[in-house]
Each structure stands twice: as C-alpha cells, then as structure tokens.
C-alpha cells in the first residue's frame, strides 16, 4: 500500500505527468525538459528527483550531461502499471499533444546551444 500511495502523490502534479509522457520512448537531457516545460531549473529538477525516487524514472550519466527515460529496467509491477496507465490516459490529451509538437522543435536543437542558452546553473 505504501508503494501505491507514493506513485499516486507524484502523479498527481501535472508537471510530473508533463514530464513522464514527455519521456516515452525517448531519453532527455535536464536542459530539454527545462525548455519543453518553462519552468526553472530548480524546480525540474525536483520533479525529476521525485520521480527518480518512486522508482518511475532513471538517470543516466555521460560526461557532463544526465539524461532521464523511464524507468523500465527494473521496475515493480504497481510502478510498470502506474506508468503504463499514465501514458495511455493521457497521451491524447490537449497539453500533452502540444508538448509532443514543442518536443519535436527542442529536439532539433544542439544540446550544447540549448543547454547555455539556460540562465543560471543547470546540471545537464
């Protein structure tokens, strides 16, 4: 019930979910959601962190860069059925539908260009 609870309170920020739909079927580096989401750094970085600690995400570093995908390595069934519900009932959504068309432009992007146009610091 504990796991249940958890996943439920980090899916129900907006944000979060934003970022989770954001991530299917792809990796993205900070400074990519950062931009698709207009939020501050720190405040990315909190959502990702939340979602690293209920088990929905993962990191992976290379070089000075962290890139985040879903978690689907290692995952308990609750968060693999948490994940998958998440995405199906939201992926036809209006804001998630113009994330997915924001996405396609910040991926055309140099990451190196994207990254320093951030004001303040941002762990890639």
Known sequence: MKE?????????D?????????LDGRE???????????????TVSKHLWILKQAGLVDLRKEGRWSYYHINYESPSELILQAINWTITSNRSSPLIMKDNKRLQEILKMKLDELCQSIPGPTTH
């Open 4 to 12: 249940f609870i958890t996943i439920t309170k980090v899916l129900s």
């Open 14 to 22: 907006v944000n979060r979910v934003r970022i989770l739909l954001a």
């Open 28 to 42: 993205l580096c900070v400074c990519q959601l950062i931009v698709l989401l207009g939020l501050a750094p720190s």
